[in-house]
């Protein structure tokens, strides 16, 4: 069974930076092929899709993170990262990884909370 832990979450200021981290336990030869992605689920709010990365390395993101945060792998570790600046309190929410499309068993995730 895959394992996702995400890690580098916690409290920061508005116009903050944090970087998170996601270890994917699973064979390298599987992990670098698979498109990952960041994904957050705000209070009261739906999972949503923040930025994704497909095993070429190229990325996508939601309109409202686009220019802010920034989604990298690194196949040899098996692990997806997300750097996030200008942060906002509207960013507040719980971070995920998971591949895309399909998913993997969710791990629980890292609490963001921005403070304005």
């Known amino acids: 069974q895959v394992r996702l832990v995400e890690s580098g979450g916690g409290l920061v200021q508005a116009g903050g930076s944090a970087r998170l981290s996601c270890a994917v336990s699973v064979s390298g030869s599987i992990f670098r092929i698979i498109t990952m992605a960041w994904y957050r689920q705000g209070p009261g709010k739906q999972r949503e899709l923040v930025a994704g990365?497909?095993?070429?390395?190229?990325?996508n993101y939601a309109d409202s993170v686009k220019g802010r945060f920034t989604i990298s792998r690194d196949n040899a570790k098996n692990m997806v990262y997300l750097q996030m600046n200008s942060l906002k309190p509207e960013d507040t929410a719980v971070y995920y990884c998971?591949?895309?499309?399909?998913?993997?068993?969710w791990g629980q995730g890292t609490q963001v909370t921005v403070s304005s």
């Open positions: 990365i497909s095993s070429g390395g190229a990325t």
């Open positions: 998971n591949r895309n499309p399909g998913a993997w068993y």
